[in-house]
DNA sequence: TGCTATTATGTTATCGATAACATGTTATCG
DNA sequence: CGATAACATGTTATCGATAACATAATAGCA
């Protein structure tokens, strides 16, 4: 492990010319599974070990067309929700003895995406993870352009595409079960604040609660919603136009924990009891969730999981690729879970 | 943009032959800056343009011996601080033309650390990024190793060491702000709660809330302080283990805003007023702050900035290194700000 | 006018590894 | 015992690009 001139990189042939042996031998010990007799092995071994070689990854993915390299296409890394996702992405990646490349949009038009692209496919990624929300029409795109990308690609928490791989959060079962938990604490005027309406998820969302609403014969109209943009900011703004609107309502679900977090202060600065007269319940299940005064009921989805699931995938169909093997799109749902607090304890 | 058969890899070949020059003209197109008649190269814009040509990052990087690829290695990305920094050192890598490639340590003993140094550095990055906590002597690693890693290393929240580049938050200094903020409100009696001892900003933040009392002529024992993990959870158990300690503290300064969370709702169950009978101040300045109940005063941490002075660093020091000019070691602080809400509003 | 500088392009070597092929040696078996 | 299979190793071609060198045409200048 001791180089005496550290500046330069231990290559193959140095390896090849201190141990006696051709290059094509010392590939052999390192790549296993090819004939080689014990002696030279062990011989090839001691030196590897001695001068610290090893192999290009370079190199090798040059020749072999293949990189162990999977791209990472995130936004919003400021924010918890994607980089726990990534957080997974990176575990099981590990796991399979895949490397991350990673490029963060900075914004969410379309206008660098062909770059992003290109710039993962000049570094021969095996495949590519699209991890950016889908909001309006911004994965438009990939209508045109999916054919052509030559890597297996998978997109996460987006609206299921017929021929598209993709893994997503179910945020609409999810929002069913919030809406019937409510339900069956026995509230009948339930709100909803939801995220804005031009996301995939806030619309799955709000759809979970309106269609439970109306499933159960109650009514779900426009005057019992308000829209914020996610933040705890926003969270406040919505409930003081939800509270003008429909000022009767006995319970709220709102479309993530953040925005909840602001009804909670902002109910209990007014004094209303909650989960008495209001009961609140959130989306996402945060770690201050549980802290929160008092603590929030949430719908908890696995983040973690979502991102290893999704680099699961990807890595299956990147070896299908490899195999000749013809790839199967397909969709698949994480199922969120019912977090029961405080929030809507009633006993 | 359209290939006929989109499996096979565009190559400077194809482009060469389909514009009838040599590889070597089209490399000269790609790179500008050579003798190319206007003519040729219009020719060869159009066929790159027209089969849709992308140089090969990984062929190029292993003729040039260089990557414009930094080495990322983080830890708990679930967490809401390593990933604004590596929202900062994502963004501002783009900014200079780089690629990350990314591993994540799932623990912080040091078993993997040879592994991922050996593995960065066999994808020839540039330079790496060390973006771990430093805990215990979790980097005493280094001390033997660094000399014999090929490219520079630059460390993210770490105890400056002569001889090796990092950069920091300035813990001490924003323990220091936040405890003559408690002082200038009149407060005395101020205790601390404080992250894990075993960390090195831990250590930092008490220090500094030791010393800035000791300067004022106060009391600043063990008495006065207990010990969390971080988590919301610890924070409420370290609360209590306090007020049992130190049952007359009149504020206190807490080492995260995770953690203010819970005093402040432990608090509010105990009827203790805030601020009047107990200020609160945390650290970080998480997005929930300002929307607890009350609101919190804290200590901000722009995370995303140190991370873009972090790429900006290690980028310089490839770049000398490129140039064969000698690299001087720096540690840079980076220093947080106060931010005053209702927690410590004391009229 | 002839010599050097500038422009334009091609040829060959190279980065560090593996694939494909070739060759020689040793065991195995009818 | 000779043919064939299994083992062991070396040689050459290759991945996709650029570096280094070579060549040729044109231009500028003493």
Redesign the pocket.
Known sequence: MNLSNPK??????DVAQAA?????????V??KF????????LRVEAVVEELG????T???S????RSYTLGIVTYGLKYIGPSRTLNGIADQADKLGYMLVMKELDNLDSSRIEDVIDSLLARQVDGILWAVPEIGDNHAWLDGRLQNISVPVLFIAMHPRPGVSSVATDNYQGAVTATEHLLSIGKRRIGHISGPLSWWEAMERKRGWRETLQKAGLDASEQQCSEGNWSPASGEQAFFQLLEKFPDLDSVFVANDQMALSVLREAHRQGITIPEQLAVIGFDNIPESAHFYPSLTTISQDLQLLGEEAVQSIVQMVQARQNRESIVAESRFIQPTLVIRESTAIQ
Chains 1, 2 share one sequence.
């Open positions: 330069r990189r231990i290559t193959i042939k006696g042996v051709s290059t094509q031998t010392v590939s052999r390192m790549n090819s004939y080689v007799s014990e002696e030279t092995r070689y090893r192999p290009s370079l190199a090798r040059l020749i072999q067309q």
